[in-house]
Structure formats: C-alpha cells, structure tokens
C-alpha cells in the first residue's frame, strides 16, 4: 500500500477512535456518577481517582423500583411475542401473495407510524377509563401492538421477500403442505430476521416512554417512567439518578451486545429494501 | 438475493399443494389476524381520535363528552392560536437542524467507517450505544451534562476561561442544546444506514469514474451520493417521521422552555391534554400535526423519488 | 366499650382501626389493617419527609402497608389531576393542592369527608376536626361547606435570609419594602460568593405577592369576575421588578429551580434571600444539612407601594372519589393529621406550618419556633391573619387558575431572559389567558 494511503488510513482510524471517545464520553460520565456520592458529583476539580460506592443502587432498589422493572420485562416481552405471533404470518402473505393492494397496505402501515404517541394514547386513555385497562399490564400490551404490529409486518415482509420461493416449492415438491413448508422452512431461513425483529420490538417496548407516563399509576408502572418518578421525589439527587438510569439502560445495552450483528442487519433491512 | 426471488416469481409459478385456491386461502389465514388486529389497534383509535376532535371535551364537564353541537369550533381557534404557529415554527427548526445534521454527519462517519479494517468494524458496535438507550436515559444524562453544578462541560469551559451560559434556560441556545442531544443520540441511526448502503456500491462504478479522473470531491457527489439517493431518503424520511415525535429530551430538559422556545406541537399538544385537560381541543391539534406528517413525507418521497423500483 | 367493639372486627371490615391507633392496650391482638396496602402521592415538600419518618411506626400499629410517592409540584399536579379525572383508584389518599381544590372539589371527584368524622367508630373524639384552623380548611371545603380535606400546610409566606449576617455586614435591615429589598441585594450580591436572591421556577405563586404589592390583580373580582388583568401599567411594573431580581440576584441557572433546589442552594450557603412558604423557611435553621444555621433571618414579607400581600395558601389530604380502600385511608389521615402526630413534625423537626389551633396556641410551638432569638410562630400568624382579612388569596383557587397561571410562569421566563420586555409579556400572558378562558367557556367582561 502506497505511503500516503497508509497515512489515510492511519487519519481514519484516528479519526474513528476520537469521535468514539466522543460518543461515548456522555454515557461513562451518567455511570461514573452513579458510583460516587453526593458531594463528590458537585466537587470541581473531579476527582479522578475515587472509591466506588453502591450506595446509590442500594437505596433505590426498594419494592416499587423493583416492581417496575418486573412490569417493564413482562409487558416487554409480551407484547413482542404478541406482534410476532399475529405479524408474522401476515407477513409472509403479504410477501408471498400477489394483493393488488399490497402497496397500500405498506402506506397504511407507514401511516401508523407517522402519528406521535400522543394521537394514540388521548383515544386509548379516554377508552381506558371506561374498561378499567388504566394501570394495568393489558392496557400497555395492547397499546405497544399500535407500533410493534406494524413494526414487525413491515420488517418480516422484507425478510421474506429476500428468501427465495424455490425452497418453498422444493418442500412441496417433496410433499409437505402450505403449513409445514412455512414452518419448517421458511421460518428457520428466516431466522436471524426473526430475531432481529424480536429485538427491535423489544427495545421499542422497553425504552417507551410516553405511553406508560400517561397510562400507569402505581401498579403498571414501568422502569423509564419510576426513573424520573423518582427524580423528583427526593429533588435531584443526582447519584440516584444516574444509579436509576444505568440500571433502565442495563438489559438493553447487554441484550443490543449479544445480538448486535442482528440489530444492524434489522436497522439496515429496511435501507436495502427501500 | 433480491434477484433470485424475483427470478423465482417470474419462472411460471409452481402453485402450492392443493392448487392456487387452497394457497389463496392460506394466505388469507395468515393474513386476517394480521389485518383485523391492527385495524382495531389503530384504526378505530384515529376515528375516536377525530370524533374527539369535534368536541370540546373537557374532563371536569362531562357533558362536554359528545357535545357535536359545534364540531368545528377547535379548528376555528387553531387557527387563531398564536402559541400553536409558535409551535410548528420550532418543530420546523428541530426538524430541519436534526434531520440534515443526522444525515450530514451519519454520511461523513459511513465514509470512514466504509475502510475494510477490523478495528473499525469492531467500533462499529459501539456507535449503537446512543440510539438503544432508552430516550428518557439520554435525557437524563444530557441533563446532567446541561447543569452547570454537575457538568464537566461547564467545568471545561469554565477553567479555560469561556464560562459557558446555561443552555437549556437560555432562549437562544436552548433549542439548540436539544439538537445537540438529539444528533448524538440518532446519528448512529443514519450511519449506520448509509454505511450498509455504501458497502453495495460496486466498485466498477468507483474504479470507471476513478479512470475518467475524478478526483474525491466529483467521485462522492457523481458517484456514491447518487447511488445513495435511495438510503438517504429512507433515512431521512424515518429521522424527520421520529423528530416530530420528540418528546423525553424536552420533557426532561426545558419543559417546553423558557418560554416556549423549545415547545413543538407535539408537546403544546401534550400540555392541553394533560395539564389543562382540554381533550377535544388537543385531539384537534394531534389531527392536524398527523395530516401534516403525512402532506410533507408524500411531498418529500415525490420530491426526491422513492429510490428503488416503486413500491 | 372500646375494646369490645375492636373485638367485633370482620374479616374485610378494617373500621375499628382507628380506635385500636388511640388505645395502646390493644397493641399486641391482631393488626386491624394486615395485609392492606394503601397507595398515596403528593407534591415534594419538607413535611412529607417528615411524616415519612413516623409512618413506620403507624405500618407497626396498623398491619398497613402505605406507598407515599412524592414528585415535584408541577409532575405531581398533573398525574393527580389526570387521575382524578378519570375517578381512578390508584391512590388511596392524596394532597388536594390549593390551586386544583376548586377544581377537584367542585368537579364531584373527590369523597366527603364529613361522613367520616362524625363517625365515631372511626374517627377518635381526640381528632377534633374543628381544631383545624378555618382559613386553612377553606380551600378544602365546597360551597356548602362540606369538607373534602384536612389541612397539613398553611403556606405563609416570608423572608428567609440564609447570610443574614451579610446584610448586617453592610449595614442594613432585612428589607421592609420592594426598594430596600433591591438595595440589600444590590449591596450585599456576591460577597462570599453568595447569590444575593433565589426563587423556584412557580412564578405563578411566587410573583404574585410582588403583583399586588405594586397594586396589579390577577382577575378583576375573583371568584365572580375571572376577567383577567394581567396588561395593566402595574402588572408590568412589577414584572419587570421581579425579573431583575431573578436576573442580577440570582444564581446560575436559577431559572430551572424546582421548589427542592432553591431551598437547597440556600442550606449549602450559596443563595442568601428567598420569599417563600414557612413550611420551606424552616429548614434553613433546622435541617441537619443546613450550613447556614445560625446566620439564618426572618422577616415579613416586604410590601410595595400598595401594601403588603404575602401569599398564604393551604394544602391537605383528602381521599379521591374512586379509592378502594377508603377505610384504610382514612384511618391514615386520621393518624397523619392527630394532635400528636402534628405536634411531634412541628416539635422535633421545626415544621412551623401547622394548621391545628391547639397546637399553635401552644407555648411548646412558639419555643420549638424561636431560631436565633426570632419568634416565627409571630411571623407566621401575622400572615395567616393577613391573608384572611381582605381574602386577596381568591384569585388562587379559581378552577381555572393553573391555566392562567401557566401564562403567567410563561411570560415571566420570557421577561427574564430577555425575549420580551416587561410590558409586551404581559399583554401577551393577557390575550393568552383570554383566550384560554373563552375557549373553557368562561364569561369574560368585553
């Protein structure tokens, strides 16, 4: 390689660690205050050196944080296995079959999309009250399906459309059914989109913010939401909060590590696809 | 493997087991769960969501409820509402600044990422960290970095002689503090993004303009950014979607402030619903600030053209 | 016959509670309350830390479990006020906040409470619910005069200086009036880098003393006339009075000081005067954080050229209309607002704001209340009565105050960061309001 092509790439990967750094340094700062005490977060010099403390985890675990977080991993989880049970198949028809209006369909799904949670959470609120879903588990369920239903069509259609119909028609050539062949076929090719789907829905489920402010209490309550409950109970004690926030952070940033070739593929499916 | 399908869908189609129909069948199986499920979850919201618009619902009057007597009474004071223009006029601001940076900067970090190296592909992963945390962390930690007490911003400055004002309560920097937050957060979004785009761009494409003697300037505004028409679009039209959603950053942030500065219509739409408890007016305002999503996305999707084959 | 009747308790009826809170002998026999679980929520305030305290020892007694959740000021009135209004039962009990009590009260979503107290069995003779003090509960009781609520804060309003030493130092008096407190400010702003003023950002309580103080209103003739006044000469005088104390006075980023961060700037020495509720006052010669105990002064409010109006306001707990477990709470409040309880916040931690005459008249309080020689159990009945006399708080528990107040905190962030003069502001925070209440239904004078 030629002199000054090593010297770009030298500048490049310079560059990339920099910018990495920069990147970065908001997010260390949150979780190096989450393991210093009060005073030392509003001491200035910072210290650089400086014994860790757990105290500020230890005192906000209590029973309600702890609830949270249970609803947050249930509600999660449900509602991801909810949107690919029912978004799945359909989307296998939508890329198998030939609808006239199917483009339609992906405008109307686009659509959905498009509206900011307040257009749903004043109806599904105002609703909410006469079913008694207000604070409940069910309520956030459902209300997650507005963008995790159509999330997942939108996402699998393409899986699907870029596996090949000649699996299919070999497997019913040998004699398996419509069912079988979807099943034990098709699915498993489209397994890394499977998964990348179940993520990208649960991160979405997770990190939602809006929606759970609105329609939780106490009972329901989910962990963005007691984080900045608890922001204002004891007014800005900034060790908690940073303690609060890392903890919120935590499944997702190790849940995104372990699938992260997966999460890229999912984000950048749609790009490809158009 | 895009050309494989489309070979395989143009080669006559083998029916399924059972003939066309059973397949036919089949598909509508799968599909009419699909179907019926989102159509309850959002289509009937959208129409409750419009007849609430034509009320003047208001919590502490029930009689308000179903009050159709004036249904056209909330889009008369939209029109008049000088805090609702105030509004789209900053979600413009916001729109603009944080969709063309994330793109600007998203194309420009694709680039260097776009070396075949293995540091880098393993710095990739870390460029997803901002863009999975939950929006209501990336709040909180901007808020940290925008308080002067606790920022090591403000220590920064403040040691090499330029005291920072603080940002967020000031009415000319305040917006401007929330698109910082915003870029840092989704840039890795577009990124990412235009960076699989990048690694389709066949090199014929890069080594013929290279031979007709195109220096780097030409190459990327001749070559790669055409090619990336596509992925740009894409790419923009889901980060300008996402930006008329925000909310946690200014929650958390400025409120709205000081003033309304910071207050998008989404938000002030947010603050009649829930702190004044004027449903029918704010569904009015929801209604308007959805139709206007719409109107813009199909402008800008003809504008630039969808880049693949129509869909 | 006490002890019997406890004895009769069925299995889901928890009303002898009560009595078994007020008779100690009972400790010992099964808890009334076991295994029930009350939520309850109010906004961040010193005494509901102190309460807390205390509340385990009521769980002990009781077998109850209660889940008190605090947020500030504005997040707490929303999600009540949300709550509320769909006549939920996710809490149990709750602090009816003196802005929103027309508003709760008279949209019908909060429960009477008078079938309560007179109930013997679970209201104890010793709770005297008339102790409380009348201005107090005025702005938890209806038209009629049915009470919804038992009031756990007067908020009157004083000046607390946390260097009063430094205003000493050069020579002056704690400020009388809107000019000399301009003048101790001026004079003593930046010495040992102290912020000479401080404020929390509800301009919409805060602002309001220095309104009238000038001679401005917020509404013509509250509660008849809502018309508001906000565009008059006075009103922008006293804006743009008020924001420079903000801006020249005040610490960095004072603008986006929740009610907690203020009173902590003043503990940690770093901001010198507040005009604030007592309840917020106290801390600073009592609370073990405080650095600023013995330099801390007292002193009436400073009146402006019309006269002095210091804010009083009330808050207290009530029950909402869809609560399950009504008994339970009750048996809470009942416990919370005792004689005893109060006297043991207002005793051991220094919580001036009582609302009980009882314990007020008592020598006890007005010793608990000396700080450095200053009698604020004085202070703070001289506002009480103040506030009474002309009723100039009314303009506060209009239903439709926390929309006009809003424009109000709106235009004073915009005058004091300079996006608009005084004058331009405030006719802005006028047509706003204006056309907030046409939009409400409110009938406006032309």
């Not at chain 1, 199917?102 to 498009?114: C, D, E, F, H, P």
């Not at chain 3, 027309?102 to 008339?130: C, H, V, Y």
């Not at chain 3, 005893?340 to 010793?367: F, N």
Request: glycine letters at 8%; one cysteine or more.
């Amino acid at each position: 390689m030629s002199r000054r092509a090593r010297g770009e790439r030298a500048a490049v990967h310079i560059a990339v660690i920099l910018l990495v750094i920069v990147v970065l340094a908001p997010f260390l700062w949150l979780l190096q205050m989450s393991v210093k005490t009060q005073e030392e977060i509003f001491a200035f010099p910072p210290k650089l050196l400086f014994a860790p403390t757990f105290e500020n985890y230890r005192a906000l675990w209590d029973s309600t944080f702890r609830r949270s977080f249970a609803n947050s991993a249930a509600v999660s989880v449900t509602s991801t296995a909810l949107a690919m049970l029912l978004g799945v198949p359909g989307a296998y028809a939508l890329s198998r079959a030939r609808f006239r209006s199917a483009g339609q369909l992906s405008l109307w799904v686009l659509a959905s999309r498009m509206a900011p949670p307040i257009a749903f959470t004043i109806p599904y609120f105002l609703v909410y009250r006469h079913l008694g879903l207000l604070d409940t588990r069910t309520g956030l369920v459902v209300i997650y399906l507005t963008f995790n239903l159509s999330l997942v069509v939108w996402l699998m259609r393409s899986f699907f459309d870029a596996t090949p119909r000649l699996l299919e028609e070999a497997a019913w050539i040998d004699g398996a059914g419509l069912r079988q062949a979807f099943l034990r076929i098709v699915l498993p090719l489209a397994a890394p989109g499977l998964a990348a789907t179940a993520i990208l829905c649960f991160l979405y489920a997770w990190n939602d913010f809006f929606f759970a402010l609105i329609l939780t209490r106490t009972e329901a309550m989910t962990a963005p939401v007691a984080v900045v409950n608890f922001m204002n109970y004891e007014g800005w004690e900034w060790g908690k909060i940073a303690a609060g926030g890392t903890l919120v952070m935590l499944p997702v940033l190790v849940f995104s590590f372990l699938v992260r070739n997966f999460l890229v593929r999912g984000l950048t499916s749609g790009a490809l696809k158009g | 493997m895009s050309a494989i399908a489309s070979a395989g869908r143009a080669r006559a189609r083998a029916a399924g087991p059972g003939g066309a129909a059973l397949e036919r069948r089949f598909h509508w199986w799968c599909l009419v769960p699909t179907l019926a499920v989102l159509g309850v979850v959002t289509l009937l919201p959208t129409l409750y969501l419009l007849a609430t618009s034509l009320t003047p619902l208001n919590l502490t009057q029930p009689a308000t409820q179903w009050n159709f007597s004036r249904p056209l009474r909330n889009y008369a004071f939209l029109l008049s509402d000088g805090r609702l223009h105030g509004s789209l006029w900053v979600q413009l601001k916001l729109s603009f600044w944080t969709v063309s940076l994330q793109l600007l900067l998203g194309f420009a970090v694709a680039l260097m990422l776009n070396l075949r190296s293995r540091t880098l592909e393993a710095l990739r992963t870390v460029f997803l960290i901002p863009m999975v945390l939950p929006p209501i962390v990336v709040a909180i930690i901007w808020k940290v970095l925008y308080t002067p007490d606790i920022s090591p911003v403000h220590w920064a400055t403040a040691a090499l002689g330029w005291p920072l004002p603080t940002l967020i309560t000031h009415p000319s920097y305040a917006l401007g503090a929330i698109i910082v937050a915003d870029i840092w957060e989704w840039f890795p979004f577009t990124m990412l993004m235009i960076l699989a785009g990048l690694q389709v761009l066949p090199e014929e494409q890069v080594d013929a303009a290279r031979i007709d003697g195109a220096g780097p300037w030409q190459l990327t505004v001749h070559v790669v950014l055409p090619f990336l028409r596509g992925v740009l679009l894409v790419a923009g039209l889901f980060r300008l979607i996402d930006s008329i959603k925000a909310f946690p950053l200014i929650f958390i942030l400025t409120d709205g402030g000081p003033g309304t500065v910071t207050e998008v219509t989404n938000y002030y739409s947010y603050i009649q619903a829930f702190n004044f408890s004027q449903l029918g007016y704010s569904s009015a305002i929801t209604v308007i600030l959805v139709a206007l999503t719409v109107v813009v996305s199909a402008l800008i999707v003809r504008a630039v053209g969808w880049g693949h084959s129509g869909e | 016959m006490r002890r019997r009747a406890f004895l009769k308790q069925t299995a889901g009826s928890a009303v002898v509670a009560t009595l078994a809170l007020r008779a100690p002998a009972v400790l010992g026999q099964a808890k009334p309350f076991a295994g029930v679980t009350i939520h309850g929520a109010s906004f961040q305030h010193v005494f509901h830390s102190y309460l807390k305290e205390y509340i385990p020892e009521f769980e002990e007694k009781t077998g109850m479990k209660v889940d008190f959740t605090t947020q500030a000021f504005p997040v707490y009135n929303q999600r009540a006020d949300l709550e509320l209004s769909t006549k939920g039962s996710a809490w149990d009990f709750l602090n009816v906040t003196f802005i929103y009590s027309g508003r709760w009260i008279g949209a019908g979503w909060m429960t009477p409470l008078d079938e309560f107290t007179s109930d013997r069995n679970q209201t104890p003779p010793e709770f005297d619910a008339k102790d409380f003090v009348a201005g107090a509960q005025s702005s938890l009781q209806d038209a009629k005069g049915a009470t919804y609520g038992f009031a756990w804060e007067a908020g009157a309003m004083i000046t607390g200086a946390a260097r009063g030493d430094l205003i000493e130092k050069a020579g002056l008096k704690m400020p009388a009036t809107f000019e000399q407190l301009v003048q101790v400010c001026e004079a003593t702003n930046g010495k040992d880098g102290v912020a000479a003023f401080v404020a929390d950002k509800l301009h919409h309580w805060n602002w309001i003393p220095y309104l009238m103080g000038f001679g401005g209103r917020v509404f013509k003739d509250p509660p008849d006339n809502l018309t508001p006044v906000l565009d008059t000469p006075q009103a922008a005088q006293a804006a743009e009075y008020y924001a420079n104390l903000l801006v020249k006075y005040g610490p960095p980023g004072l603008l986006s000081y929740t009610d907690d961060q203020a009173m902590r700037a003043q503990l940690s020495g770093r901001a010198n005067i507040r005009t604030q509720a007592i309840g917020w006052m106290t801390p600073l010669a009592k609370h073990e954080e405080s650095k600023v105990k013995s330099t801390t002064r007292y002193e009436l409010m400073p009146g402006g050229p019309a006269g002095q109006f210091p804010g009083s306001n009330s808050h207290g707990f009530g029950i909402p209309l869809g609560a399950k477990n009504k008994k339970a709470a009750w048996a809470f409040i009942t416990w919370a607002m005792s004689k005893e309880t109060l006297r043991r916040v207002s005793l051991e931690k220094g919580y001036a704001a009582v609302c009980r005459r009882s314990i007020i008249d008592d020598p006890a309080y007005r010793k608990a209340m000396t700080f450095n020689g200053q009698d604020l159990a004085a202070l703070y009945l001289k506002v009480l009565e103040l506030g009474g006399k002309s009723g100039y708080m009314k303009y506060r528990t209009v239903p439709v105050f926390p929309q006009v107040g809003d424009k109000i905190n709106k235009a004073m962030e915009r005058i004091a960061t300079r996006q608009q003069n005084a004058r331009d502001a405030m006719k802005q925070a006028q047509a706003e309001a204006v056309e907030e209440l046409k939009r409400g239904g409110i009938k406006l004078d032309a």
